[in-house]
């Protein structure tokens, strides 16, 4: 007979700042494994407990694989980070939700005691891989209207949203992205995150940079600003480069251990895993994908959203946000469980690292308030996917 399941713990999470994906960007000219290797060095660093040869995986999610993304980028990366030849790796691809997918993986395996510690987390170089880069579609998809020709567009994904909510326009949209930026800068600014981004020196087209503050955020935004921004998803629509997350580059990661092996260590846990679910819906309104995710893991562990203290939902898009509001009955953008330091929209969205920056989020959340017990973390995926991961908070009580 198998034993129980073993609880597991998040130790530790940290991230490159993150990076516009232009030719500017901080990242242009880096690579995208060796943004993994400085957060797999650094999470060894910073928990110098955790000797290398007892990380039993690498796992990271990335989108596009290949070139600075392929080859199996977990084995590769772990042998940069100079972790021994023992420690395999592996990489995952759920789009956005690579990062996410990883750290569930951990979790799981580390429950089945197929292993006590594992590094999991994701990054995307959008600056290198530009989205959905070599990807050729089944033309299928199209001729036998398997799926809506406006899913391969995620901006249009998001007008679809708006059309199946009437009620959320497009001002509604454009105060809720400023309230993002208004979260993020007052978090940046009370150095929430100056434990959490780690400085990387970077070779750029003026010579060599230390990337550790964000290029994304843009705390100056209005919503009267925002009235004269661009459409480009549809003529006279309601989703702009204001109300979106940007085009970014950075790499997030985590430092999973189980119990036994914490406490054996005398590790200082942040978060417990408590459950996690994946669900689909129509891959023309993707945005949607948390709402059914984050009904599913409730049902499944027995809890409803009214235990989650905190809720970190990625912003792709501002309309996603404020329909989970509707769907969930939450205090509109002022709820104070509701991405409280801010979101994509502010920080960015390189794709498969966000799951990594909300774990990040949610354990800073933590970390400022004891008494709190439960979050989640939830994320739309491209094709029409959800993916959402309760927490429990591990100092609760302490």
Same mark, same amino acid.
């Given at each position: 007979?198998?034993?129980?399941?073993?609880?597991?713990?998040?130790?530790?999470?940290?991230?490159?700042?993150?990076?516009?994906?232009?030719?500017?960007?901080?990242?242009?000219?880096?690579?995208?494994?060796?943004?993994?290797?400085?957060?797999?060095?650094?999470?060894?660093?910073?928990?110098?407990?955790?000797?290398?040869?007892?990380?039993?995986?690498?796992?990271?999610?990335?989108?596009?694989?290949?070139?600075?993304?392929?080859?199996?980028?977990?084995?590769?990366?772990?042998?940069?980070?100079?972790?021994?030849?023992?420690?395999?790796?592996?990489?995952?691809?759920?789009?956005?939700?690579?990062?996410?997918?990883?750290?569930?993986?951990?979790?799981?395996?580390?429950?089945?005691?197929?292993?006590?510690?594992?590094?999991?987390?994701?990054?995307?170089?959008?600056?290198?891989?530009?989205?959905?880069?070599?990807?050729?579609?089944?033309?299928?998809?199209?001729?036998?209207?398997?799926?809506?020709?406006?899913?391969?567009?995620?901006?249009?994904?998001?007008?679809?949203?708006?059309?199946?909510?009437?009620?959320?326009?497009?001002?509604?949209?454009?105060?809720?992205?400023?309230?993002?930026?208004?979260?993020?800068?007052?978090?940046?600014?009370?150095?929430?995150?100056?434990?959490?981004?780690?400085?990387?020196?970077?070779?750029?087209?003026?010579?060599?940079?230390?990337?550790?503050?964000?290029?994304?955020?843009?705390?100056?935004?209005?919503?009267?600003?925002? @009235?004269? %921004?661009?459409?480009?998803?549809?003529?006279?629509?309601?989703?702009? =480069?204001?109300? /979106? *997350? +940007?085009?970014?580059?950075?790499?997030?990661?985590?430092?999973?251990?189980?119990?036994?092996?914490?406490?054996?260590?005398?590790?200082?846990?942040?978060?417990?895993?408590?459950?996690?679910?994946?669900?689909?819906?129509?891959?023309?309104?993707?945005?949607?994908?948390?709402?059914?995710?984050?009904?599913?893991?409730?049902?499944?562990?027995?809890?409803?959203?009214?235990?989650?203290?905190?809720?970190?939902?990625?912003?792709?898009?501002?309309?996603?946000?404020?329909?989970?509001?509707?769907?969930?009955?939450?205090?509109?953008?002022?709820? @104070?469980? %509701?991405?409280?330091?801010?979101?994509?929209?502010?920080?960015?969205? =390189?794709?498969? /690292? *966000? +799951?990594?920056?909300?774990?990040?989020?949610?354990?800073?959340?933590?970390?400022?308030?004891?008494?709190?017990?439960?979050?989640?973390?939830?994320?739309?995926?491209?094709?029409?996917?959800?993916?959402?991961?309760?927490?429990?908070?591990?100092?609760?009580?302490?």
């Amino acid at each position: 007979m198998g034993k129980e399941l073993r609880d597991v713990y998040l130790i530790d999470t940290c991230r490159t700042a993150f990076g516009k994906a232009r030719p500017n960007g901080f990242f242009a000219e880096t690579r995208a494994d060796d943004m993994v290797v400085k957060i797999i060095r650094s999470l060894m660093h910073r928990n110098p407990k955790v000797e290398p040869d007892m990380v039993d995986d690498n796992i990271w999610g990335a989108t596009t694989q290949s070139g600075d993304q392929g080859l199996t980028m977990g084995r590769t990366t772990a042998l940069l980070a100079g972790l021994p030849p023992s420690t395999p790796g592996c990489s995952v691809d759920r789009m956005c939700a690579g990062a996410m997918t990883a750290i569930n993986n951990a979790v799981s395996d580390i429950a089945f005691n197929a292993a006590d510690v594992i590094i999991a987390g994701g990054v995307e170089h959008m600056g290198h891989h530009p989205m959905g880069q070599g990807a050729d579609p089944n033309p299928r998809f199209i001729s036998e209207k398997i799926v809506d020709p406006s899913a391969l567009n995620m901006g249009i994904t998001a007008e679809n949203i708006h059309d199946m909510y009437p009620n959320l326009t497009r001002l509604m949209s454009d105060e809720y992205a400023v309230h993002s930026q208004q979260k993020a800068k007052a978090a940046l600014d009370a150095g929430h995150f100056d434990d959490v981004i780690i400085p990387m020196t970077v070779w750029t087209g003026e010579g060599w940079k230390v990337a550790d503050i964000d290029e994304q955020p843009r705390p100056e935004a209005t919503v009267e600003g925002m @009235k004269g %921004l661009r459409l480009p998803f549809r003529k006279a629509g309601k989703v702009t =480069p204001g109300n /979106s *997350s +940007g085009l970014n580059d950075g790499a997030t990661g985590c430092l999973m251990v189980s119990a036994e092996k914490s406490k054996e260590l005398g590790l200082e846990p942040k978060m417990k895993a408590v459950g996690f679910a994946y669900a689909g819906v129509r891959p023309e309104v993707m945005g949607l994908g948390p709402i059914p995710a984050t009904r599913k893991v409730l049902e499944r562990t027995g809890m409803s959203i009214d235990d989650m203290d905190f809720i970190e939902v990625n912003e792709a898009f501002a309309v996603q946000c404020l329909a989970f509001i509707d769907e969930f009955g939450l205090d509109g953008i002022e709820d @104070k469980r %509701l991405n409280q330091l801010g979101g994509a929209i502010a920080f960015g969205h =390189p794709l498969a /690292s *966000s +799951g990594g920056r909300l774990c990040a989020h949610l354990a800073k959340l933590f970390e400022l308030n004891p008494s709190a017990k439960y979050g989640v973390t939830t994320l739309c995926v491209g094709l029409g996917m959800g993916v959402a991961t309760i927490w429990e908070n591990a100092s609760n009580g302490k």
